[in-house]
Each structure stands twice: as C-alpha cells, then as structure tokens.
C-alpha cells in the first residue's frame, strides 16, 4: 500500500490550494478514504471522510463550508479543494485510508500547507 500527498504550498490568506493523494497497492474503490491534518506543535486533527463511492462525505466543523474532498475512483486518487484559507489551516497534511470509523491503517508522507501573508 502507498499513498503519495501533493499539492501543498504556501498560500496567502483567502487562497486556495487542491491537495492529492495518489494511491496504490490496493483497491482503492473499496476503501474509505481521509484527510488528517498536523498543526506545528499540535496534535493530529481530522479533516474530512469521503466513503468508498464518493457518495457520502463529512467534515470538521473547522473547515466545513471552505474544503471538498472528493475521489477519482478510476485514478485511484483522493483530492481536497481548500478554499478560504486561514492562518490556522497551516499544517502538514496527511491521507490516509479509513477502514472503519477513525481507524487508519495506512499513511502517506504528507504535504504541507502554509497559509501566511
């Protein structure tokens, strides 16, 4: 199994940014899939869920109405669209594969996302 984040920058305030997670070495369409976020200093904090279909997805109350996460099943890769970027939302950024609810098995490296002006 791997997954691979690309995408992160460093953005200004009110930016946006599309993260991807390519993934391989599993059937990736029957996997529920998420975004983890680490802040500096921070413990790690979930993002978003999106199940194996794509047809169901769920957010933190933090970037709720500014971040999408969606998945190409026939690209085996998962994408979040940030928008509406804060401060906060700096963090280094992680996929990873959700076998049940908050239960991840699999990791990538992460790609980080800074959000300064």
């Known amino acids: 199994v791997q997954l691979v984040e690309s995408g992160g920058g460093v953005v200004q305030p009110g930016g946006s940014l599309t993260l991807s997670c390519a993934a391989s070495?599993?059937?990736?369409?029957?996997?529920?899939m998420s975004w983890v976020r680490q802040a500096p200093g921070k413990g790690l904090e979930w993002v978003s869920d999106?199940?194996?279909?794509?047809?169901?997805?769920y957010y933190a109350d933090s970037v709720k109405g500014r971040f999408t996460i969606s998945r190409d099943n026939a690209k085996n890769t998962l994408y979040l669209q940030m928008n509406s970027l804060k401060p906060e939302d700096t963090a280094l950024y992680y996929c990873?594969?959700?076998?049940?609810?908050?239960?991840?098995?699999?990791w990538g490296q992460g790609t980080q996302v800074t959000v300064s002006s």
């Open positions: 990873a594969r959700a076998p049940g609810d908050y239960e991840y098995d699999y």
């Open positions: 999106i199940n194996s279909g794509g047809g169901s997805t």
């Open positions: 070495g599993f059937t990736f369409s029957l996997y529920d």
